[in-house]
Every structure is written in C-alpha cells, then in structure tokens.
C-alpha cells in the first residue's frame, strides 16, 4: 500500500502539474477576475498540496515486510487480462456489431475466469454467451428503443 | 388537487406499475448477490428508462433502490457477507442468528422492519419535499453555491477511511465537471480538440465506469471462489411477533428518523444511517451485551435506518438537485435525459410529475416487501449463480448503459477509463463516491459562484448577510471540523495509550 500510495501522488502531482500548465492555455476574452481559468488553479492547486502531503505520510510510514502477496498477484494479473479483452471489445463493437462482438466477448471472459475445462460448464458458458447477447439485443432495440450499434 | 390527481392516473398506469415491479426484482437481485450493490442496479437500469414515461422511469429505479437496499440482508444472514455497504450491520446479528437455526426470523425480521423503514421516509418525503420546495424558489446563486459547498463537505465525513485522500478524491471529481465549454464565458477548457469533449463528459459513463464497472474489475480479482450458505432447507420469512415489535418501537422509531435524516443530509448513504443507528440501538436496547451474537434489535436498527435513507435521499435530489448519497447521483441522471432538471422548478412547473414519483415510492416499498417475502427462495437460489457468467454480462449491461446515451463509442471508452480510476481509487482507499460528488456539485459551485460576483459586482460579503447562505457556510465548516477534531483527539489518545 504505501509503494501504492507514493506511486499514485507522484502520478497525480504530475497529471495536475501537465493540467495547470494546460490551463495557462485556456482563452479568456473577458479579462475577468473570476474568469474560466480561476477555479481550476484553485482545484488542481489543491490536488497538487493534497497529494504532497499524502507523499509525505506514505514515505515516513515503515516498509512492510513483504508488499504483497502471490494472491494479490494472481488478481491483479486477472484485472489486466479483464480489462484487456474489455478494450478489445470495445474497439470492435462498432465494426462487428454489439451482438457478435457481445457474444465474443462473454465467451472470451467466462471461460478466462472459468479457467478449466469442464465440457459442461463450457458448453453452459457459450450457450449463455450465445443466448444473452441476442435477448438483450432485441429487449433494448424493440422494446426500449435504445440505440445499439 | 388535478396535479395530484394527474399524478396518481400516471402511477397507476400498467407501465409504471410493471416497470417499478422489474426494477424492484432486479434491485434485490443486485442487493442479495455480494458484489453487487444498489446504486449498480439503478445506473445499469438507466437506459432502460430511456423509452418510459418520466413516472414509469423513476418508479423503475425506485424499486431497484428500496430492492437493493433491503435484498443486501439475504447474503448478510446467509453468508455472513454483506450484500450491499447498507448491510455491514446486519451481518454482526443477522448471520448468528441463522447460525442458530433463526435465518427465517432473521430474513423475516428485516423484511418488515425495511418496509416501516422506507414507508416512514416515504412520508417524511412527501410531507417535506413540498415545503422545501417552496422555500427553495427564493435560492439565488449564493444559496446554491453554499449547498453544493455543503454537498462537498460531506466527502469529509463519508471519507471514512482516509480524509485526506476522500478530499483529493471529491477534487479531481470537481476538476472533471470543469472539462467542456465554460458556462460563464463560452471558453472551450481541457477538449484537446476532440469534439465529443466540447460539451464535458457525459454523467451516465463516468457514473457506470465508477460504481459498476470498478466493482466487476473488483470481482475478477476473486473469481473462482466459493461461497457456503448455511442450511436453507425450507426457508421462508418469520416475522416476529407484535409485543417483539411493540417492545422494540424506540428502536424502531429512533432508527427510522436517524436513517431519514442521514438521506437528507447530500452525500451521506445507507451504511452511515446504518451504523449510527445500529450504535443507537445499543444504548436503547435492554441486552445490549447481546449485539454482535444474534441479537435482534440489531437486525432491527440496521435494516430499518438503511431503508429510511430511500425516501430522506430524495429530498434533497428532488428539492434542490443535489443527491442525497451516490444512488440518487445516478436516479438524477435518470431525471436529466426525460429533459427533467430537479429542482424546486419541477415542482412548480411538473407537479403532477412529483406526485406521480410518490406514488411510485410508496408502491416500491410495498412491491419490495412483497417480492421479497414471496421469493425468497428463489432470491437464495440466485446467490449460487456463478460469477464467471455474470460478470461479462454485467460488463456489457454496462456498455448498453454507456452506448445508449448518445450512441457513441466515445462514451463507452470514458466509462472504461472511469472503471480503471475507480478501481484503482477503491484499493488505495481514495473512494468513488466522493469524485461523483465532486463531479456533478464542482461545477454547480463554480457556476453559482461566478454569477452571484457578478451579479452582487464582486461584493464577497453577501455570502455572510444573506441568512440562509451564512447558515449552510457555518454548517459545512462544521462538517469539516468535527472529523478533523475527532480525528486528533483519537491520534492523542493512541498516543497516550501506547
């Protein structure tokens, strides 16, 4: 955690410190006091002085013995994999199309969290991935009129 | 007399009867199964509500608020685990209960004491909101500056785990509200030249981004493991008896207004009124040396506060636009795209519209009590579906959710990225609840602001002589002293103890 929290203030002290200078950019044609640009000196100030002072705790406190463990490895290894397939999706939705792309993608990710092969559960995991997709499909476009590519 | 007459022909109507049905069924599935909360229920349902009347609308994502909310009890007495942060208190007497073969009582005994709970606040609601209202037509911009400052103070008390970073956290949310054209001035900030950020970032994403899909990313983290109910063979709701009631009204009561009065502050939620009343409840109660080993009134004092919060968190969300905790963030949402702004104009202008969502939160409560108690058996069987499935289909409930807004891809991406910034603020204890408070009060602050010095010609000093403003100035002041005063008597006393 204290690894965590000093990586996460140094990143924000930089994000706010490329928004500031981004801010001197900003036009102001009406010279005001309390113009466009006034609040987000006084916010990403803020954030900047704020995340000084969460460095400045998350260094003194002691390091731990061991950061993290083989568990929180695995799930962090998870989240990547997760977050992968789900920009994948994502980026392909309009080009396949939501139910292809949906039924891809739901098979994809259950059977990566599934992880073993049990031909049941398999075939239960791409019946759902076939199935729901398409109910959902025809449940948000007809029925609710919702827009879906 | 007509607009309330209007307002109840709406609620009446088969469609929002059946939709406030759905979204109470779905809330409570949301609320029993660990993982899933409330306030994810109603931000998946919200492009549901695209093609419904405003009435059937919100009456939907009342039932998925009252749902989740009291369905949160199922997995706290069954799995010892809370379904919903509402239910962390319920857990401490509801799962020794079942331990001792009482898990109908238990289950029973929330179910009833919910309905008081959210009928209560239901009352409170219509017997305020109107009032509030009223008063409200006299706000100027120093008024609504000084409420969304009030709005922003409560991240330092919700902030439980870290004050400081809650506030870093409620500050990028404020930081974010600036992207987009300024409303003062027309000056385009922070779109490097991408069209779609010309008008800021849409609420709907960042919302799903933040509390739904930050919560899947969570889920994959421990995807594989097993849950272990205790026995529920041939389990239905008890509920206890009317001297068992009769003797715990104080409780009840206490808990009740506590969990009212928490919905109405903007920004605090089910699990603060649930543990303020649940330590109330203590101090009430005849065996307090029980709570924690099956005792009932905890049972009593949590889940009765917990659903209070539903109808108190309206109030100000109706009144004055602000939210009364992160589920009434998302149900306005749900208001803006019918082309409704909250706020005491609804009133004036739409009342029929008001009455008609009244209507609809009492019918939720009551459809609440009564799904939950007829199905509850299938409600527990629910808890067994396993998570490698449900997961990829919340994330593309989620993506339905994002795409529907504007059908734009752009919009799907932001509520990615905002998944990531959840996620990652949900670890390191910097919390999402207050970058969504951040997000739609910063630039509701920054607004007003910039209008009253301009229209009081940069005279400050209107901020402490105009009544009401000075009054929610003082109190947001006090909101964030009193935890940074708590907060150093506790490190003196740790130091002293050591």
């Known amino acids: 955690m204290r690894k965590a929290d000093i990586a996460t203030s140094l990143t924000m002290i930089c994000v706010s410190g490329f928004f500031l200078i981004q801010t001197t950019k900003i036009k102001d044609a009406s010279g005001a006091i309390l113009g466009p640009r006034f609040f987000p000196y006084v916010v990403l100030t803020g954030i900047i002085l704020l995340s000084l002072l969460v460095l400045f705790y998350s260094c003194r406190k002691e390091k731990a013995s061991s950061e993290e463990t083989t568990l929180d490895l695995q799930g962090r290894a998870k989240v990547f994999v997760t977050l992968l397939i789900a920009f994948i999706y994502v980026a392909l939705l309009e080009k396949l199309g939501f139910v292809f792309a949906s039924v891809l993608f739901m098979s994809a990710l259950g059977l990566f969290f599934y992880g073993k092969f049990d031909k049941k559960k398999v075939l239960n995991i791409f019946l759902f991935s076939a199935v729901a997709p398409v109910a959902l499909f025809f449940l948000f476009t007809k029925f609710f009129h919702t827009l879906l590519p | ?498």
Request: glycine share 12%.
């Open chain 2, 1 to 498: 007399m007509t607009a309330l007459i209007q307002g109840l022909i709406g609620a009446f109507q088969p469609e929002a009867i059946l939709f406030t049905a759905a979204g109470t069924i779905l809330g409570i599935i949301f609320g029993a199964l660990p993982g899933l909360t409330s306030t994810m229920a109603v931000a998946l349902l919200i492009p549901v509500t695209f093609g419904l009347s405003p009435v059937a609308g919100m009456g939907m994502l009342m039932g998925a608020f009252c749902g989740g909310t009291a369905g949160g009890s199922i997995s706290s007495t069954l799995l010892r685990i809370p379904g919903t942060p509402a239910s962390i208190c319920t857990t401490f007497d509801a799962y020794p209960m079942a331990q001792k073969g009482q898990a109908g009582l238990a289950l029973g005994t929330s179910l009833l004491v919910s309905l008081i709970g959210g009928l209560f606040s239901a009352g409170i609601l219509m017997f305020i909101a109107p009032k509030l209202a009223r008063f409200a037509l006299g706000f100027g911009p120093t008024e609504y500056f000084s409420l969304a400052v009030l709005g922003l103070t409560v991240i330092a008390s919700v902030s439980s785990k870290s004050l400081l970073k809650g506030v870093i956290a409620g500050f990028i949310g404020v930081f974010i509200s600036f992207i987009g054209t300024d409303p003062v001035t027309g000056m385009v900030r922070y779109s490097f030249g991408i069209p779609n950020l010309l008008s800021g970032l849409n609420l709907l994403p960042v919302l799903i981004g933040l509390f739904a899909v930050s919560k899947a990313l969570e889920d994959a983290e421990t995807i594989g493991s097993s849950v272990k109910l205790t026995s529920n063979k041939g389990l239905k709701g008890e509920f206890p008896s009317f001297v068992t009631l009769l003797e715990r009204k104080w409780i009840i009561l206490s808990s009740a207004v506590i969990g009212t009065i928490v919905g109405i502050l903007p920004g605090a939620g089910c699990s603060i009124a649930s543990f303020v009343s649940y330590d109330q409840a203590k101090r009430l109660s005849k065996t307090p040396e029980e709570f924690g080993k099956g005792c009932i009134d905890g049972v009593i004092a949590s889940e009765t506060s917990n659903n209070a919060v539903t109808g108190g968190a309206l109030v100000p969300m109706l009144t004055l636009g602000i939210p009364g905790d992160s589920t009434t963030a998302v149900m306005l949402g749900g208001l803006l795209i019918h082309g409704l702004r909250p706020g005491p104009l609804l009133f004036k202008d739409t009342p029929e519209i008001i009455y008609g969502i009244f209507a609809m939160l009492l019918l939720a409560n009551v459809f609440m009590f009564a799904f939950q108690y007829f199905g509850i058996r299938l409600f527990v069987k629910m808890l067994k579906i396993p998570r490698y499935m449900l997961t990829p289909f919340i994330l593309v409930m989620c993506t339905i959710g994002a795409y529907g807004v504007g059908g734009s891809l752009f919009d799907v991406f932001v509520m990615m990225v905002f998944g990531v910034i959840g996620y990652i603020f949900n670890k390191l204890h910097y919390g999402v609840a207050p970058v969504v408070l951040g997000f739609i009060l910063g630039g509701m602050a920054e607004t007003h602001f910039r209008r009253a010095f301009f229209m009081y010609r940069g005279d400050l000093g209107v901020f402490v002589t105009r009544p009401v403003t000075l009054l929610l100035l003082v109190l947001s002041l006090l909101l964030i002293a009193i935890p940074i005063i708590r907060n150093h008597k506790q490190s003196k006393k740790n130091l002293t103890a050591a």
